[in-house]
């Protein structure tokens, strides 16, 4: 049974740039959700899709905006990267009707 | 939104006893965990507890509540060198359980 899978592992990127991150749920998961955990800190919502649309959002700028497929893996995008953008990049899943999130390594987004 | 606190450092030998502890502000029903979080990787769910219960064990894991003091721990038992990690205490209301917020992390070193 695969868990969470997060792709890219690491990526490095130039302020002002874009960038994509993709996530695959656990299998039978339909509801992802994705943090953002900088150095030191733990994770801060960003925001949860289910059933394609966006469910719920934390306190994060329009520059980061998602989408999630039919076969509910999802995307993060951000735009415009900011120095302080860099971070680890965690992707969760759950069933809609569970309290229990499982977790993927995350992406390790370097803005330059 | 919820303010999550825990202490930034633990150190034990190995063999003895950890807790960690957490303390939370949200005042409604909630639910509480404790997430384990090894270098370079995602987060592992360990346990967790609601808040209508007092305590959870699962083999080595104890949790114990104070709903009246909002403060929650995370016992080890015979604690090992691979339970050096940092470990997370989250919270996610019940109206809301898919909405996550977390501690800044104790880092647990364990010496042999």
């Known amino acids: 049974d695969a868990g969470v899978t997060q792709s890219p592992t690491h990526l490095i990127k130039t302020r002002g740039q874009q960038v994509t991150l993709r996530c695959s749920p656990k299998?039978?998961?339909?509801?992802v959700s994705w943090y953002q955990q900088a150095l030191g800190q733990g994770p801060q919502f960003i925001f949860q899709y289910y059933e394609e649309e966006e469910r719920q959002r934390g306190n994060f700028p329009d520059r980061f905006s998602g989408h999630q497929f039919p076969n509910y893996s999802s995307e993060l995008n951000v735009n415009a990267l900011l120095l302080g953008d860099s971070a680890l990049y965690l992707c969760?899943?759950?069933?809609?009707?569970?309290?229990?999130?499982?977790f993927g390594p995350g992406t390790r987004l370097t803005v330059t | 939104g919820e303010d999550v606190e825990q202490s930034l450092f633990l150190s034990v030998r190995e063999g003895d006893s950890s807790v960690i502890n957490c303390t939370y502000t949200?005042?409604?029903?909630?639910?509480l965990y404790w997430y384990k979080q090894e270098p370079g990787a995602g987060l592992q769910l360990l346990t967790y507890?609601?808040?209508?219960?007092d305590m959870k064990q699962d083999q080595r894991l104890t949790v114990l509540l104070n709903k009246k003091d909002k403060h929650l721990s995370l016992r080890i038992a015979d604690t090992q060198t691979g339970d050096s990690a940092i470990y997370f205490c989250a919270e996610s209301p019940q109206e809301n359980f898919n909405k996550f917020y977390f501690g800044s992390g104790t880092k647990l070193n364990v010496k042999p």
């Open positions: 969760a899943s759950s069933l809609p009707q569970s309290n229990e999130q499982y």
């Open positions: 507890i609601f808040s209508n219960m």
């Open positions: 299998s039978g998961h339909d509801t």
């Open positions: 949200d005042s409604s029903s909630t639910y």
